[in-house]
Each structure stands twice: as C-alpha cells, then as structure tokens.
C-alpha cells in the first residue's frame, strides 16, 4: 500500500531557513512533483514545487489514489493552465492506485504560468485530487524567481519499507549547509526520534539533494533546517 505520511511541504513554507511539515487537505488522491526521475532503489527524492519548459530535466508528476473504497481500473491524469484551459491529458487504463511517476509533458506552445494537474478516475469527470505546480520558460527563469535562502528543489526521503505501518511514528530534524552555488555540501541530523531514527540516512541524502539558488554572497555558515513528521496511515 502507498504510504504518504501527510509531509507535503507548500512553497510558501520553504523560506525563512526552516521548513516544517504541514497536514495534506483532505482528498482522495495524491499528486507530488519531482524535479528528475528517482532512481531505482534511492533514498529519497527531488521534491519541488516549480517546472521549466526548457527540457533541460526531466521533471515527473507522480500520482496515486488515497481512498481504498475506490476501485480503480483507470487513471486520468490532466494539466491545465491558470485560465482553465486543458492542456495535457493522459489516460492510464492498467492503473491500480499505487503511485506511479510519469514525465511531465509540455506541448509545443504551452505557457507559463500557474498548472494544476487533476486526477480522476475511471472515466469519470470528477476531480479526486488536484495540485498546483509553477511553471516556468527556462530554469534560469525559475531560478531568478526564487529568493536566495529557499530552495527550489527540496530532498524528501523515500519511506523505509522496514518500518512497520504501525511503528511509522516518530519525528526527524536535519541541517543542510548550502554552498554559494546553491548545492548542499553536508547535512546535519538534528533531531530523531521514533521511526525518524531509522530514517536518518534517508535525510541525509534528502539534504544531499536539494538545490538552492547560486548567491555569491552567501555565508559560509548558510544553513536550512527541515523538521518532518511522521505518523501511521489511519
């Protein structure tokens, strides 16, 4: 089974230095944005909250169905732009619900701009789950637009499938030192407890991971905390 652990993070808590989890509303599916495709058998995942159109990498919208009182036998996945327009859709007719990473398509022509990628299921046109990404023309674009001291890419780790559902309880803080290129040179685990002990090389790497903008002015002792929690599925 798909476990989310509730820690999706809005862009508008990863500034300040620290981020810290947030609850997910309410909804029957989820839909997460990476910024390059996970390799097989990683620790943790690009997280991120902004595409470029560029091509330069390739970004990955990843879904799933929450509710295990839906039957699922096919999944839509549909883009659309801030004025309601559709512009992508992909239909998955050997979708089960677990979660699945697909490239993120952008038409020739397609705008920037404010994108909300909607699931539905089964051949119905009602939205399950919905979620925002920003999209940008270029990645020197998005990177312009985001301020010095939060990242655009934000490392997640993957869940450990040796916890089990019901111990997947605990807290986790670590310290990522940024580099003036924006690159994170190491991570500090700040707190664990709980599960979050057994999750302490995945937000190593999670920090290891994550992109800020270059600023050469920069402090040395630069640093970003990020603070999840975790908790069983209800």
């Known amino acids: 089974m798909f476990r989310v652990c ?3 993070l809005p862009a508008f ?40 159109l560029d091509g330069q990498f390739d970004h990955q919208v990843c879904f799933a169905i929450l ?24 239909r998955f007719n050997d979708a089960d619900g677990r979660k699945r990473c697909v490239p993120a398509e952008f038409p020739a022509g397609a705008p920037a701009g404010k994108w ?42 993957n869940y450990d499938s040796s916890i089990a559902p019901d111990q997947f309880n605990g807290e986790l803080e670590w310290i990522m030192h940024i580099r003036r290129d924006g690159t994170v040179s190491a991570v ?8 979050g002990i057994a999750m302490r090389p995945r937000a190593v790497e999670a920090g290891l991971i994550s992109l800020f903008p270059p600023d050469e002015g920069r402090e040395p002792s630069a640093t970003f905390k990020r603070h999840l929690s975790f908790r069983p599925d209800k």
């Open 188 to 195: 500090d685990i700040d707190r664990a407890e709980g599960a």
């Open 13 to 52: 808590l990863w500034g300040g230095g620290v981020a810290e989890a947030a609850p997910l509303p309410t909804r029957d599916a989820y839909i997460e944005f990476l910024w390059t495709k996970t390799p097989e058998g990683a620790l943790a995942r690009q997280e991120t909250r902004s595409f470029a």
């Open 67 to 90: 509710n295990a009182d839906i039957e699922v036998k096919s999944i839509e996945l549909r883009a659309m732009d801030a004025d309601g327009k559709q512009l992508v859709s992909t």
């Open 6 to 8: 509730f820690l999706i």
């Open 116 to 157: 909300t990628y909607q699931v539905r299921v089964n051949g119905q046109d009602h939205v399950v789950g919905s979620q925002t990404v920003d999209v940008f023309p270029t990645v020197d674009a998005l990177i312009s637009d985001i301020a010095p001291d939060m990242p655009y890419v934000l490392g997640r780790p």
